[in-house]
Structure formats: structure tokens, C-alpha cells
């Protein structure tokens, strides 16, 4: 299975479905995994385990007067 994952994702799907179903206290799988307790905590609340989109927030195109 071929993941393009954001370039600043700490996580893979595999890492935050592990999350979702431990059953450990998040200091436990902050310390096992490596990665923030934020990051953990957002983790669990996650309804789903794939990437989100994540689309330029500026458009780089101009529009002429006619086309506006």
C-alpha cells in the first residue's frame, strides 16, 4: 500500500490505529511510541485513522476582470 504522508506527519495510519485501540494511559504511549502527549491525545479522539486532505490555502491563480 502506497502512503504519501504530509511531510510534517509524526504519525502513519498504523501508529494512530494503535493508538486508538490501546488500551494504555497516555503517558504509557508517550514513552512507547516517542511522539507528544498532544499528539496521543488527538490520536484517541481521531474518528479515523487516514490522512487528511490538505490543500494549498492560496490558489496560486489570477483571474482577469472578465473571468471574476
Known amino acids: 500500500m502506497n502512503i504519501r504522508r504530509h511531510a510534517n506527519a509524526t504519525t502513519t495510519?498504523?501508529?494512530?490505529?494503535?493508538?486508538?485501540?490501546?488500551?494504555?494511559?497516555v503517558s504509557v504511549l508517550v514513552h512507547e511510541l516517542g511522539l507528544s502527549e498532544p499528539?496521543?491525545?488527538?490520536?484517541?479522539?481521531r474518528?479515523?485513522?487516514h490522512e487528511a486532505s490538505h490543500p494549498p490555502h492560496r490558489?496560486?491563480?489570477?483571474?482577469s476582470p472578465e473571468e471574476e
Open 59 to 63: 490558489l496560486p491563480t489570477t483571474l
Open 47 to 49: 474518528e479515523n485513522t
Open 13 to 25: 495510519p498504523k501508529i494512530r490505529a494503535d493508538i486508538q485501540s490501546a488500551d494504555l494511559p
Open 39 to 45: 499528539t496521543v491525545r488527538k490520536g484517541q479522539k
